[in-house]
């Protein structure tokens, strides 16, 4: 695991020359969203959703959805300019590093921003009462967990494709439509059918789920256990995908 270590230590080496540029949409970006949804959007949901205002409900879909975007984002262009513009992967494979020491560190930092943004807007969250439990601490591991999820097979689709037009038609195609029928805005009870199997389908309903019931205080019941297992399966799934993909372009 050292060699993993010193790969992540040269992601934060550079995220410190570069920190400032995530403030936006670690801090302000979280405030915004909550003025606009929680406050403008719930001022017209009246009686709340599931007995609790919009604001309430809403924020924990909005955090699992935030780690969501950020772990995406982190495992897409940042990924391919290691491979294609900077080349850093080809430099890191070149020292006495192998494949898992470079996908590892690199994916460790990924879940760091995750980490931050999540925590972020928690912060945020709290300082709007939104916040119901104290259980609510509990969106921070399993923020990372949806991380993890996500992160690996993402970074494994970005190494098999060989231009960023195909990482928009990701965003497009996939993620947004992820993030616009996992029960963030809306219960996915509301959606017909076959939609609502996708959304069970995709880790960000259960990412969305296990917040909330975090947030709320409420008693997830014996089915977190298995979606728990879910976003595991994603995970290591994607490692070994990630793996595969990154031995096929680094090894020659």
């Known amino acids: 695991m050292i060699p993993s270590v010193h ?41 709340g959703v599931d007995g609790v ?12 959805s935030t780690a969501a975007q950020v772990a995406v984002a982190e495992a897409t262009w940042p990924v391919m300019s290691c491979f294609t513009w900077v080349k850093t992967y080809f430099a890191q494979a070149a020292a006495p590093l192998r494949i898992g020491d470079i996908l590892g560190g690199h ?24 916040l119901r439990s104290g259980w609510a601490v509990a969106v921070l591991p399993i923020s990372l967990l949806l991380g993890a999820a996500l992160v ?25 439509p992820m993030s616009l029928f996992s029960g963030v805005f809306f219960p996915v009870d509301s959606l017909p ?38 976003l595991l399966a994603w995970a290591v799934g994607g490692w070994f995908l990630a793996s595969w993909r990154y031995r096929r372009r680094l090894v020659i």
Not at 152 to 175: N, Q
Request: charge should be positive.
């Open 193 to 230: 059918t076959v939609l609502r199997w996708a959304a069970w389908a995709l880790p960000l309903w259960h990412g969305v789920d296990l917040s909330r019931a975090a947030t709320l205080g409420l008693d997830p019941g014996p089915g977190a256990v298995w979606q728990v297992l879910y």
């Open 53 to 64: 205002s919009y604001l309430e409900w809403m924020v924990p879909g909005l955090i699992a």
């Open 107 to 130: 994916l460790a930092f990924m879940l760091f921003r995750v980490a931050v943004s999540a925590a972020a807007f928690l912060l945020v969250a709290f300082g709007f009462g939104a």
């Open 152 to 176: 690996a097979p993402v970074a494994a689709y970005t190494a098999s494709v060989s231009s960023d037009s195909y990482l928009a038609i990701l965003l497009r195609f996939a993620v947004l």
């Open 7 to 47: 790969v992540l230590e040269y992601h934060l080496v550079n995220y410190r020359r570069t920190w400032r540029a995530s403030v936006f949409s670690s801090l302000v970006l979280p405030l915004l969203t909550m003025l606009g949804f929680g406050l403008g959007v719930g001022g017209f949901v009246t009686g």
